[in-house]
C-alpha cells in the first residue's frame, strides 16, 4: 500500500511511517519538520522567514503536487497542513480529494472542534479552553478562539472533517471532542513510540527532574505553573532533586537532555501523555502530567499505572513531587511500569497495524 503522511507533530508521522515500512508498506512523509524542532521527513516543505519565502514554499509545493497522486491512503496531521492561509489550503485539499483513494484527518492537535468543544460543550472537567464550567482566559487560549472561531480555518476544519474518509484522534481529548460530532468516522489509535533497547531501570541519590519549554506557549500549556512548583522542591529538598531546564531546542538535543532524568514534567491541563512524555516514558522516565482514569479507559488497561497523575495547579504539582522525593521506593516501580505502558500501547509496529486496519487495508498487513 502507498501512503502519503503530510505535516508533523512531535514526531507522530516520522515514527509512524517507520512502523508502516517495517510492515511492508511504502510511505512518504512531507513536513517541515514540527519548525524548530526539525524531525526527519522524505519531502522537505519548510517556508523560510525571508522576503521571497513565501514565493519560494509555493514553487516547492507545487513541484510536489504531482507527486502527491495515486496513494492509497493520504493523512493530514491538521486541517491546516500546510504553511498557507486556509483558503489556499482549501484547493489543495480538493486536489489531494481528486487524486488519491483516501484521505484522513488527524486529531492531533489545535484546531477547530479542540477549540469549539472545549469551550461550548465543555465535555472535560480541564482543558487549555476550561476549569470546569469557567473559561480560561489567558491570552493564548482567547488568541487561538479568534483565529480558529467564525474564520477560514473554521470553514475548512468542517470542510475536510465532513468529507473525509476518517478521523483518527490520538489523545482521549482530541477523541471526547471529535466522536460526538462524527460518531461513524472517528477512531482512536493511540500514538506511536519507537522502543529502542530496554533501559537500564535506575535511581540516582537525587531526584533528576526534567522540564521542557517552549517560551510561546509557557502559560497556555502550563509549564509556568510546573516549573514554578519544580523549583520550589529543589529549593526546599537541595539534597534530593535537582533540575533541568530545555528551552526551545531542537527534538535530538531535547532527547539528549532528557536521557539522565528519573521524572519530566509534561502538560498541566492534558488528561494524557503526549509524544514528548510517551517517548520519556519508553525510557523509563516517570511522567508527572496528564494520567486521568479515562486515559487508561480507552486503552482498555486495568493494571498499570505508571503516570503520575496531576490536577492543573501549583499545590498538586508541588504535591506529587513532593511525594517523590519523600518515598524514593516508588521511583523503580513506576519507572518499570512506565516501560511496561508503552510496549503494551505505544509500540510503533502495533500502533501502524491499527492505521491500516483504520485505512480498510487489513489485507495489505505483512505479518
Not at 496513494?71 to 483558503?87: C, S
Not at 486496519?357 to 505483512?366: F, I, P, Q, R, V
Request: glycine share 6%; aromatic share 12%.
Amino acid at each position: 500500500m502507498r501512503i502519503l503522511l503530510i505535516g508533523e507533530y512531535s514526531s507522530v508521522h516520522w515514527t509512524l511511517s517507520e512502523g508502516l515500512r517495517a510492515l511492508g508498506h511504502e510511505v512518504v512523509v512531507l513536513s517541515n519538520g514540527d519548525f524548530w524542532k526539525d524531525y526527519p521527513r522524505d519531502w522537505n516543505l519548510e517556508r523560510k522567514l525571508t522576503p521571497i519565502g513565501g514565493l519560494q514554499y509555493l514553487c516547492r509545493l507545487l513541484g510536489y503536487l504531482p507527486r502527491m497522486r495515486g496513494f492509497d491512503a493520504v493523512q493530514l496531521i491538521n486541517p491546516m497542513f500546510l504553511e498557507l492561509k486556509a483558503e489556499r489550503i482549501a484547493p489543495i485539499y480538493k486536489y489531494l480529494r481528486r487524486h488519491n483513494k483516501r484521505i484522513f484527518l488527524g486529531a492531533f492537535g489545535m484546531d477547530y472542534y479542540w477549540v469549539n468543544e472545549c469551550s461550548t460543550r465543555k465535555p472535560l472537567r480541564y482543558s487549555d479552553f476550561n476549569m470546569g464550567d469557567e473559561l480560561r482566559m489567558n491570552a493564548d487560549a482567547l488568541k487561538e478562539k479568534a483565529d480558529w472561531s467564525s474564520t477560514p480555518k473554521e470553514s475548512l476544519n468542517k470542510n475536510i472533517a465532513n468529507d473525509c474518509d476518517g478521523i483518527i484522534a490520538g489523545l482521549y481529548e482530541y477523541y471526547a471532542c471529535y466522536k460526538p460530532n462524527f460518531s461513524s468516522k472517528t477512531t482512536f489509535i493511540p500514538y506511536p513510540i519507537r522502543f529502542g533497547k530496554t533501559p537500564s531501570i535506575t535511581r540516582h541519590d537525587k531526584l533528576n527532574i526534567f522540564i521542557g519549554i517552549n517560551k510561546e506557549r509557557s502559560e497556555y500549556k502550563g509549564t509556568d505553573i510546573m516549573l514554578k512548583a519544580a523549583k520550589e522542591i529543589v529549593a526546599k529538598y537541595p539534597d534530593k532533586a535537582k533540575l533541568k531546564i530545555a528551552e526551545s531546542i531542537p527534538f535530538h538535543e531535547y532527547q539528549t537532555m532528557m536521557d539522565d532524568s528519573d521524572v519530566i514534567l509534561d502538560q498541566l491541563y492534558s488528561y494524557t501523555p503526549a509524544m514528548n512524555a510517551l517517548a520519556a516514558m519508553s525510557k523509563g522516565i516517570i511522567v508527572v502530567g496528564g494520567g486521568e482514569p479515562e486515559n487508561y479507559e480507552i486503552l482498555h488497561e486495568k493494571e498499570l499505572r505508571p503516570i503520575v497523575n496531576i490536577q492543573p495547579s501549583y499545590e498538586s504539582v508541588f504535591h506529587e513531587l513532593e511525594h517523590l522525593v519523600l518515598h524514593p521506593e516508588s521511583i523503580i516501580p513506576l519507572k518499570k511500569q512506565s516501560v511496561e505502558y508503552i510496549k503494551r500501547h505505544h509500540d510503533y509496529i502495533k500502533v501502524a497495524r491499527q492505521y491500516i486496519k483504520a485505512y480498510g487495508m487489513e489485507k495489505d498487513l505483512y505479518l
